[in-house]
């Protein structure tokens, strides 16, 4: 090796030079640092879901940097259109997974969570469109309707509410984010493979990141 050193001695060496390299999977942040205009509305931090309970302890918006930094500019490019992001749930984690898991166990809705879900990941995102006064816009269905009417493709909803639904699929789509079929809420950004699984708890990813 060069300049003779152990290999045990290398590795020291290069830990010790790269002390403040990051290692693993980029971090979670928080999406309200990042782009504070958006409206959170998240709704497994209250009991308006469809589990009728909390099942967060806070209400928080966690993805992966590069993917919180992708969804700031869409909500950017929708604000230039005359609409607020309005966000449902981001980071999910995996123990929260297992319990929606328990009451719909059916991959069209709930990942399974022995796979895992893009939630999991911190690279999926549940959203939908507000106005300029925060206030919801009109979509085919409200947030976790399990009927054929939240299919993306569903072709029976009011012309306003397939303009909003159709909006945010061409935004969110030009920022590298993919629609799931049957909720027209979710959306996984592109490379969400590339993340593994976490069960961090919301209290553990720091506020000011």
């Given amino acids: 090796m060069p300049g003779g ?4 001695a290398a590795l020291l060496l290069a830990a010790a030079l790269c002390s403040g390299c990051r290692s693993g999977p980029e971090p979670l942040v928080d999406f309200a640092r990042v782009h504070p205009r958006a409206v959170l509305d998240i709704r ?5 879901n469809f589990t009728h309970r909390q099942v967060y302890g806070q209400a928080r918006c966690a993805l992966r940097r590069s993917v919180a930094e992708r ?9 230039g259109l005359g609409y607020l992001l309005k966000v449902f749930d981001c980071y999910r ?3 929260v997974q297992k319990a929606f898991w328990a009451l719909v166990p059916d991959e069209r809705y709930v990942a399974d969570p022995a796979k895992g879900s893009r939630h999991n990941r911190g690279a999926a995102v549940d ?5 300029v006064a925060g206030r919801e816009l009109e979509m085919p269905t409200g947030y976790d309707d399990f009927s054929e009417r939240a299919r993306r493709d569903w072709a029976g909803a009011s012309p306003a509410a397939a303009a909003h639904r159709a909006a945010l ?3 969110m789509s030009r920022h590298g984010f993919v629609g799931f079929p049957s909720e027209w809420w979710h959306f996984d950004a592109q490379g969400w493979e590339r993340y593994p699984v976490e069960d961090v708890p919301f209290a553990d990813i720091p506020a000011g990141s």
């Fill in 5 to 8: 050193l152990r290999p045990a």
């Fill in 44 to 48: 497994y931090a209250t009991p308006d």
């Fill in 71 to 79: 969804l700031s500019d869409a909500a950017s490019e929708l604000e």
């Fill in 93 to 95: 984690p995996l123990s």
């Fill in 127 to 131: 959203v939908s469109l507000a106005d």
């Fill in 169 to 171: 699929e061409r935004v």
